[in-house]
């Protein structure tokens, strides 16, 4: 089945990213064309072919991915061959060694071809689509959300697309924060699909957002697991819309914001986080605000307590002080503000203040 498979991407990767440039070339260079063959989600295989009336000398193949970013980054990979007046040669871009792109992501790319005399020839700009053709996916479109999965009906679809929905408009409601761009949320059929579909994924990984991409990617079993895909999405779902309204090239959100916005999002926690964020209470054993600021940790229990801690003080921000000020922080964020200054600047104290008041007034569920 896998060979089939394979066949298939093949079969259909060099009907749609066959990129003939003769019209491009200039004087001697008389033919230059490329090639793209996607084998997701491991690489993108780009053969060239081209031929002057001298040796060609050089060879590079460059290329841009679509995704939200500061400066237009233009990538460029030396190919490596033989001179010659007539050359074959590939490029593999490994995504094994660069990191995974997302399904759905979208790559221009073009080669330039010098040879001996000088002369220089780019071929016309060609576009991969980088998709998981694995399976056949349906599609289901509403504002500015398009839902992908293949496995479960299409009221399946209508209740993640709904779960959807409501996450959004619950988000604005509490927080004023909503989508600046569409996103694309895949559903796998499972985490061991999802699973498939990344590079050196944790064994634990359910759900992933790609926020550069606007793309979101979960492993929801239809019929036993709906009920905690739709929490995961408005999880997910936050995280995108937190990183459209706060990206900026300066600096980033600290994690007890964004984590516990999400889990926020989800709605009210689950006995396990509970129970770690009332025995860290009793036991004076709580993590401080400012070291939440960095990457939680890897241990479970500890990892637990902290979302749990997160989405505590997420929720005495919102329930003390408003929806407008968590939207005005987004917004001082935005403009690329340092932690303790953006609070300072809308709350009037900084994360060490904002510690002592949360344990004061601890918002248990």
């Known amino acids: 089945m ?58 590079r193949v460059h ?10 980054v233009i990538s460029e990979a030396y190919v490596y061959f033989t001179p010659a007046k007539e050359v074959t040669a590939q490029w593999v871009w490994d995504m094994r060694r660069t990191g995974e792109l997302p399904t759905g992501t979208e790559i221009t790319y073009w080669i330039t071809v010098s040879d001996n005399s000088g002369r220089t020839s780019d071929t016309l700009p060609g576009v991969i689509h980088y998709d998981d053709d694995r399976y056949e996916w349906k599609t289901l479109q509403e504002g500015q959300i398009t839902l992908f999965w293949y496995s479960g009906d299409d009221a399946f679809g209508a209740e993640l697309m709904g779960a959807a929905q409501i996450a959004l408009t619950n988000l604005a409601e509490n927080t004023g924060a909503s989508l600046t761009s569409a996103v694309k949320l895949y559903i796998y059929a499972s985490s061991t699909d999802l699973q498939g579909a990344m590079i050196n994924p944790q064994d634990w990984t359910g759900g992933v957002a790609y926020s550069q991409y606007g ?30 309204v706060t990206a900026n090239p300066y600096g980033d959100l600290p994690n007890w914001l964004t984590e516990g916005l999400a889990m926020f999002s989800e709605g009210p926690l689950d006995a396990s986080f509970v129970n770690a964020l009332s025995i860290a209470e009793m036991g004076h054993n709580l993590i401080s605000v400012r070291s939440l600021c960095s990457p939680f940790s890897a241990y479970s229990n500890q990892a637990i307590l902290a979302y749990a801690e997160s989405y505590d003080i997420v929720s005495y921000l919102i329930n003390e002080y408003g929806r407008d000020k968590m939207f005005d922080l987004l917004s001082v964020f935005q403009q690329g503000s340092g932690y303790d200054d953006a609070l300072n600047s809308v709350y009037g104290f900084d ?15």
């Open 2 to 59: 896998k060979n089939k498979i394979f066949i298939t991407l093949l079969v259909i990767t060099l009907l749609v990213f066959f990129v003939p440039a003769s019209a491009q070339a200039q004087d001697g260079l008389v033919r230059v064309s490329s090639i793209a063959v996607v084998n997701f989600p491991n690489s993108i295989l780009i053969m060239i072919e081209a031929a002057s009336d001298v040796n060609i000398t050089d060879i």
């Open 63 to 72: 290329y841009t991915v679509e995704r939200q970013s500061f400066a237009k």
């Open 215 to 244: 793309t979101i990617a979960i492993g929801i079993e239809p019929v036993t697991e709906l009920a905690w895909g739709e929490r995961t999405i408005s999880h997910e779902l936050t995280h995108l819309v937190t990183y459209q």
């Open 351 to 365: 994360m060490d203040a904002l510690n002592s008041l949360w344990q004061t007034e601890l918002v248990t569920p």
